[in-house]
Antibody, heavy 124, light 110 residues
Framework: EVRLVESGGVVVQPGGSLRLSCAAS????????MHWVRQAPGKGLEWVSL????????NYADSVKGRFTISRDNSKNSLSLQMNSLRIEDTALYYC?????????????????WGQGTQVTVSS | FILTQPHSVSESPGKTVTISCTRS????????VQWYQQRPGSAPTVVIY?????PSGVPDRFSGSVDSSSNSASLTISGLKTEDEADYYC???????????FGGGTKLTV
């Protein structure tokens, strides 16, 4: 059974930093691209970042570029998101999501499994 | 590019509803389109991937299609059930910027 369990979400002041983690199990972690997706309260889904299976390619949404850093540790089946210079508009539920496309072969970039999310609140 | 969805749709149980997702620039056929269902308080789940593929466990009442003439994708749900009431999001990939793109979401009321 595929499981994605996020952790690390807390209340933090504007300008602060936070590190989110995602523990993955039930699949060959190093065969798949992994993503972070967020959802602000009452709003839609917003893609945040992706990291390819070998960590060799990283991409970010413009809204977080230069402030967030995605990483993975394939030896520990874990995904992380380092969040710096946090803003009020970063307040959201952050989901870890697994690509459903083995080694990105089809180029579909879809998500077949999602975690339950971890809440990040940026507030003074 | 932007993916535009209607903010909300409403239909009666047993009927058929279609939700559209229009791509603002570039051909809709350039990249696969996916559809996700999100019930209140739950994480999204994929109901259609790669334009028209249905994951195992998703009822065949759900179908997806792409229309190049309108540069849009559609999710059709037939035989509507009250349990289909949820938010639905389309999603694709921007090859130029290497970014995932989501539509704004459509609230389906049954």
């Amino acid at each position: 059974e595929v499981r994605l369990v996020e952790s690390g979400g807390v209340v933090v002041q504007p300008g602060g930093s936070l590190r989110l983690s995602c523990a993955a199990s039930g699949f060959n972690f190093d065969d798949y691209t992994m993503h972070w997706v967020r959802q602000a309260p009452g709003k839609g889904l917003e893609w945040v970042s992706l990291i390819k299976w070998d960590g060799g390619s990283l991409n970010y949404a413009d809204s977080v570029k230069g402030r967030f850093t995605i990483s993975r540790d394939n030896s520990k089946n874990s995904l992380s998101l380092q969040m710096n210079s946090l803003r009020i508009e970063d307040t959201a539920l952050y989901y870890c999501a697994k690509s459903g496309d083995y080694y990105d072969r089809s180029g579909s970039h879809y998500f077949d499994y999602w975690g339950q999310g971890t809440q990040v609140t940026v507030s003074s | 590019f932007i993916l535009t969805q209607p903010h909300s749709v409403s239909e009666s149980p047993g009927k058929t509803v279609t939700i559209s997702c229009t791509r603002s620039s570039g051909s809709i056929a350039n990249n696969y389109v996916q559809w996700y269902q999100q019930r209140p308080g739950s994480a999204p789940t994929v109901v259609i991937y790669e334009d028209d593929q249905r994951p195992s466990g998703v009822p065949d009442r759900f179908s997806g299609s792409v229309d190049s003439s309108s540069n849009s994708a559609s999710l059709t749900i037939s035989g509507l059930k009250t349990e289909d009431e949820a938010d639905y999001y389309c999603q694709s990939f921007d090859n130029r910027n290497h970014e995932v793109v989501f539509g704004g979401g459509t609230k389906l009321t049954v």
